[in-house]
């Protein structure tokens, strides 16, 4: 959530799924917006899995592998979305694009993790932020 608002996105809103021992599953709805930024997809999706590793002190491809053989999982929609970006020849291969929304990824939640904190604990907390 706070990746997206930092990429421009309008939150509508977050709601809690589900609370595994590692981390939790949040559900976010957008309003009609799109990020001015290629890469804000991707980091937003990374956002969440990088989040849940430093939080867990896991290996973000540990973090990344849990939820694999889903389709609808963060690492394929990192992966769909990697290839697509390379495919518009915005970054030389699917392998660059991962590097640099990781990269931005990384730099949101080092500038902004007690925000990160406090957005997860609220969520945690009332179920629904909107």
Known sequence: VVAAM???YKV???????????????????A??????????LAVTLAGPLAEA????????????????YEASDLRRAQR??????????????DHALLIGEQRARAMLDGYWPLVQKTARALYRHGRID
């Open 6 to 8: 930092l990429c421009g």
């Open 12 to 30: 509508a809103s977050v709601e809690l799924g589900d609370v595994y021992s590692n981390g939790l599953q949040a559900r976010t709805r957008y």
């Open 32 to 41: 009609a917006t799109r990020s001015q930024y290629s890469w804000a997809d």
């Open 54 to 69: 430093r939080w867990t002190r896991r290996d973000v491809l540990e973090v990344l592998g849990d939820g694999e053989r």
């Open 81 to 94: 979305e990697a290839a697509r970006l390379a495919a518009r020849r915005l970054y030389t291969s699917a």
